[in-house]
């Protein structure tokens, strides 16, 4: 009951964090919302059972919610898994339990390593920009935030829209023009070096430039 709590509430935090900007094209909301599909009637039905038959009900819950999320969830799933695993005082059979689950999984991950691989046309949703500044005695580069909307390819209006962060940090240049959130915009990247990140949209509407945000 336990471990199938702590998923619940774990996908519940990270499905929150998204009304941070830097959070709204990352989290899996919507294969987290599918893997727990029926979550709450389920639990209960299994809580109402006693004995061993109410922990393997958890375990064929936690099971069938792995199955849902499919291949593109199931790092997800082993991650947290394996970190209740190193923070509760389970019993032996419920930790073996999670070993064998866990045992040909690897971390989610992180996506702010992931290559960009932008579209060639997006709506901009928000543009964000904090100068460098020094709070609680802690010094803070310049960074920007942006948050983009990609329609979708081809003659498929009906499908959903992709969102992407672009997440920069030490800004060298944070140009925005109203017309920036007018419609699609082609878009493009240009780096003077690997370290180097920039985002130019349509005309220069909105132009983005600086470094891999420090982690």
Known sequence: ???????????????????????????????????????????????????????????????????????????????????????????????????????????????????????????????EYTAAHARYKTPWDSSAVVLLAHPPAGDSPSRRWRLHVFDVGDVSRFRLRSDAFDGPHRLWTDGEAVSRKSLILGQGSLDVRGREPRR
């Open 1 to 127: 009951m336990l471990v199938a709590a702590r998923l619940v509430h774990m996908a519940m935090l990270q499905i929150r964090t998204t009304h941070y900007p830097r959070n709204a094209g990352r989290i899996p909301v919507r294969l987290l919302a599918r893997a727990l599909t029926g979550a709450g009637t389920d639990i209960l039905a299994a809580g109402a059972l006693r004995g061993s038959r109410r922990e393997s009900a958890f375990r064929n819950l936690v099971e069938t919610w792995i199955t849902n999320g499919g291949p593109a969830l199931a790092p997800w799933f082993i991650d947290e898994l394996r970190g209740i695993a190193g923070s509760e005082p389970l019993p032996d059979i419920t930790r073996g339990w999670i070993e064998g689950i866990t045992a040909q999984g690897a971390a989610l991950p992180d996506p702010g390593t992931q290559d960009l691989g932008l579209p060639p046309e997006a709506e901009l949703r928000l543009a």
